[in-house]
């Protein structure tokens, strides 16, 4: 282990944890320009301070303050924090602690003062937030302390950017949480560290397989190609699965029993050697059209990660439905990543027996994987002694052209919009779907320099509008028996807000404005306008999202934070909703010009 990649690990999970609790919890109090010098002092001695600004965030249940300097305040994400101190409440005089310290501090402060019945169950969800913070901060280390010197990370191929994320997402307080995989599992199956492997195969009997593709060809016969196999048994399916999963299965009571009976064959490890994409469970090999997602007894983040019977549904007459909108050829730069075919194990009183398998199309093979980057891949924070993806991207191109890199910024964020942000809003517009298009399942083709196709992948991630039902059921009318992605109107405006604006779109404004390439005001003023122009075109519900994140002065905001205190899991969870909660809207605040002179920011 080195200090570098576990010092760097400490701050980044500080970091994203912080973020959350600012935004979820409490957005603390900035000290004002007359008092922070009387912040500076601990212990007799003077805090010497790197940034413009402290953010004060009291603990009353603890009796105490934490004070935070912050190098960098965003209007729209994260700020940066450096140092951080800590005092008793009245104090004047502050002392040193450690990030991870603070975090802890944090999480006993949430679930202080709850009642003395509560207090077994409060305990238990205690207990788990701090293993899972502390599981995601070894596991970064990990990851950092094994990669920061390896040259792929400045690769710009898809997979080497998938698997770049060293840091995960900051706005998740666990974002490197992998509850179930065990600890040498890590180097074969954690995307980080890059591992190879072979998929544990089942030779099921026919009768028990539940198949379906609208792809021209049975999935089977898909599988069969992506394994290499030629000869085949009329009798029996081979069914794939992680090599986690199989371990998880072999213990099944209702697999060992159709093992024993025969009507399961364990045909172990076949096949080419895949790696994981940054989802963990989605799997990639460089010469085949298609990616696999697996169903793994592993929680990632907030969640168990199973392949629902109704996604594998959702996934085969989604990909068909959006074939017959034919948005995407009317939008060539917007493109959706379908998972137009699946099959799994059908076992007695089971809606899922943890054999399914989804197909995903695969339009990165070798040779078109070139400058393919998920936005959290562009937007993660630089890793150690390195600038961001996307630092380096606009440094190129203001280089390559010999201009400033704030005009390279703007126009870089134009094309972005174009491609990434109204097609998104003109798709809920025309045909009333929205995706859940957050940073991760968001993908640029950037192997111009600037922003040419996004792509789209999720078929956990479509909301349908229920006003646009007819409409939907006419271009296929299986729409209709998928009454589960009908979602309310004014639930579909706040996930969709949340997904496209927080987390994707203020991820890239941001980021450049934290690189110091632009001024994020800029941005946002350029995104209003752009917002105005949509508002003004549209009619349907594209318009009334427009309106309202224009309008509006608090917007929806997924409280990843909140769910964890409340110990959740999100897909699990009735209509597979985490918990939400509200923030100020920075779309609906003053000029970037009046908010720098009046001081105002977001916390």
Known sequence: ???????????????AFFHCYLREIDPGQWASPGTVTTLHRFSGKTWSLRGPSVLILALPHQKLELGLEVLYRSTVGPHHFGGVRCRQTGSPDWWPTTPFAAVQLLISELYSGHSEADREQTKTHELELLSRFSESYRNMTRYLCARQTDPLLGSDRFIASEQSLLYGHWAHPTPKSRQGMVDWAHDFYAPELGGMFRLHCFSVERSMVAQRSVCGRPAESLIRECLGLVDSDSGAVMVPVHPLQASWLM?????????????????????????????????????LPWMLKFSIPV?????????????????????????RTGFSRAHPGFQVINDPAYLTVRLPGQCESGFEVILREN?????????????????QGPLPHQLSRLHNLIQGLALAEGRP???????WFHHYFDCAIEPAIALLDEHGIALEAHQQNSLLDVSAGYPRTYFYRDNQGFYLSPSYRDHLVALDPAIAHLGELFYDDDMIQDRFGYYLLFNQLFAVIHRLGADGLIDEYALLDITRDRLQKIRRSLTGAGRQFAAAVLDRPRLAYKGNLLTRIQDVDELQAELEMAVYTSIENPLALKTGRSLRETGYEVA
């Open 1 to 15: 282990m080195t200090a570098t990649g576990r010092s760097s690990a400490e701050h980044a999970s500080f970091q």
């Open 251 to 287: 213990h099944q009571p209702a697999v060992k029993a159709a093992i024993a009976d025969g009507r399961i064959r364990d045909c172990g490890l076949l096949g080419p050697e895949f790696t994981a994409t940054s989802s963990v469970r989605t799997l990639y090999h460089p010469d």
């Open 299 to 323: 929680k990632v983040t907030n969640s168990l990660r199973v392949n629902k019977f109704s996604e594998l549904e959702a996934g085969a007459t989604m990909a068909r439905l959006l074939l």
């Open 405 to 411: 890199s704030a005009a390279v910024c703007r126009d």
């Open 363 to 379: 339009p990165f093979v070798a040779g078109h994987d070139n400058g393919i980057h998920s936005l959290a891949a562009l937007t």
